[in-house]
């Protein structure tokens, strides 16, 4: 059975970290393209990451760069994205999504999504 679970969010202060896992089950990372996205209440849902299937190619979005960092253990099926100087704009429901072809930000382009992690920054 496919799933993809999320953890890791939770509140955490301006500033601070966090580091979200999207834990992979039933399928094997050396196929598929694991991108993070993120929703805020009101807003639509953006792209902040990707890692290719060959763990090769990465993207972010431009007002997370230099502080979010994608990376995969293949051992554990497991995707993290690590999160520093945390922001109260980067409050919003995380998400881990996988689709079967290369690295890209466009949340249409994935076809199936774990149930998420809040992300809570405050001032």
């Known amino acids: 059975q496919v799933q993809l679970v999320e953890s890791g969010g939770g509140l955490v202060q301006a500033g601070g970290s966090l580091r979200l896992s999207c834990a992979a089950s039933g399928f094997t990372l050396d196929v598929y393209t694991i991108g993070w996205f993120r929703q805020a209440p009101g807003k639509e849902r953006e792209g902040l990451s990707c890692?290719?299937?060959?763990?090769?190619?990465?993207y972010y979005l431009d007002s997370v760069k230099g502080r979010f960092t994608i990376s995969r253990d293949k051992a554990k099926n497991t995707v993290f994205l690590q999160m520093n100087s945390l922001k109260p704009e980067d409050t919003a429901h995380y998400f881990c999504?996988?689709?079967?072809?290369?690295?890209?930000?466009?949340?249409?382009?994935?076809?199936?999504w774990g149930q998420g992690t809040q992300v809570t920054v405050s001032s």
């Open positions: 890692i290719s299937s060959s763990g090769g190619s990465a």
């Open positions: 999504a996988r689709r079967p072809g290369g690295c890209t930000p466009g949340a249409a382009h994935y076809t199936y």
